[in-house]
C-alpha cells in the first residue's frame, strides 16, 4: 500500500545531541517537505526537495539539514539539538504532474529535547 | 509580507451545519487548499479550489472568492468525529504552500 512513514515517532533527547528523523514515502512522489508544528500553531516549511540531489530551505531557519539521495527518502537532521528545537515534525510528498498535488503526510515525529 | 486569517476557535451542534471562513493575502495564487487535522494527528487533504465558485464532496464544501481573497469550508450534518482543526493553505506564485494556523472546531451533542 502506497504511504508515507516517519520514524521514531517519539523522541525524547539531550541538549547538544545530534539525531536523524526518518521519511519515507512509497508513492514515488518527486516533491518532499519538512514542516515544524507547534500545538495550534500553522506549518512552518523547514526543507523542501523537488527530486533526488535537489533540497531547498524553507522559511524557518531551525539548523538542520536534509539529503535526498534516493525518491523515496528524506532524512532530517539536527546537528545539537537545543530545547528550542522540542516541537512536531511532519514530512510530506506529493506529486507535480497532477491536477491538484495535494501534499500527503506521514504520522509525524514528536521531538522533546530536555 | 504573505498571511492566512481563520478564527482560532468555533463550537457547532451535532447535526447542524457550520462554515469556517479563510482570507488570505499572498503573493501570487495558484490553489487554496483545506485539510483536517484532528489532535495530535497529521492533516489530511479535503478539498481543493483553484476557480472562483463551489466545489462539493459529500458532507464538505468549499467556495473560494480571488477577487476577495476568500474561501470557507461548510460542514453539513456534523458528527462528533468532525472535531478537528481545519487548516486553510494557498499556493503561492512559487508553488509553496502557505499555511494558516487552523480553526479549532468543537462539536457538542
Known amino acids: 500500500e502506497a504511504d508515507i512513514y516517519q520514524t521514531p515517532r517519539y523522541l525524547v533527547i539531550g541538549t547538544g545531541k545530534k539525531i536523524t528523523l526518518e521519511c519515507s514515502q512509497t508513492m514515488g512522489h518527486d516533491k518532499m517537505y519538512w514542516y515544524q508544528q507547534d500545538p495550534g500553531m500553522e506549518l512552518h516549511l523547514i526543507h523542501y526537495?523537488?527530486?533526488?540531489?535537489?533540497?531547498e530551505k524553507g522559511d524557518l531557519s531551525s539548523e538542520s539539514t536534509v539529503s535526498r539521495i534516493r525518491t523515496e527518502h528524506f532524512p532530517l537532521t539536527l546537528e545539537s539539538a537545543r530545547p528550542s528545537h522540542t516541537s512536531q515534525y511532519l514530512c510530506?510528498?506529493?506529486?507535480?504532474?497532477?491536477?491538484?498535488?495535494?501534499?500527503?503526510f506521514g504520522p509525524g515525529t514528536r521531538l522533546t529535547v530536555l | 509580507g504573505q498571511n492566512i486569517d481563520q478564527p482560532t476557535e468555533m463550537t457547532a451542534t451535532e447535526g447542524a451545519i457550520v462554515q469556517i471562513n479563510c482570507t488570505y493575502q499572498t503573493s501570487g495564487f495558484n490553489g487554496l487548499f483545506w485539510y483536517q487535522q484532528h489532535a495530535g494527528e497529521a492533516p489530511t487533504f479535503l478539498s481543493y479550489?483553484?476557480l472562483d465558485g463551489l466545489e462539493e464532496k459529500g458532507r464538505f464544501s468549499s467556495f473560494l472568492s480571488r477577487s476577495k481573497g476568500y474561501s470557507y469550508l461548510l460542514l453539513k450534518e456534523l458528527q462528533m468525529k468532525d472535531s478537528a482543526s481545519y487548516l486553510c493553505?494557498?499556493?503561492?506564485?512559487?508553488?509553496?504552500?502557505?499555511w494558516g494556523a487552523g480553526t479549532k472546531l468543537i462539536i457538542k451533542p
Open positions: 493553505a494557498v499556493m503561492d506564485s512559487n508553488y509553496q504552500l502557505i
Open positions: 479550489n483553484v
Open positions: 526537495s523537488y527530486g533526488v540531489n535537489s533540497t
Open positions: 510530506a510528498s506529493s506529486e507535480t504532474s497532477g491536477e491538484v498535488n495535494e501534499q500527503f
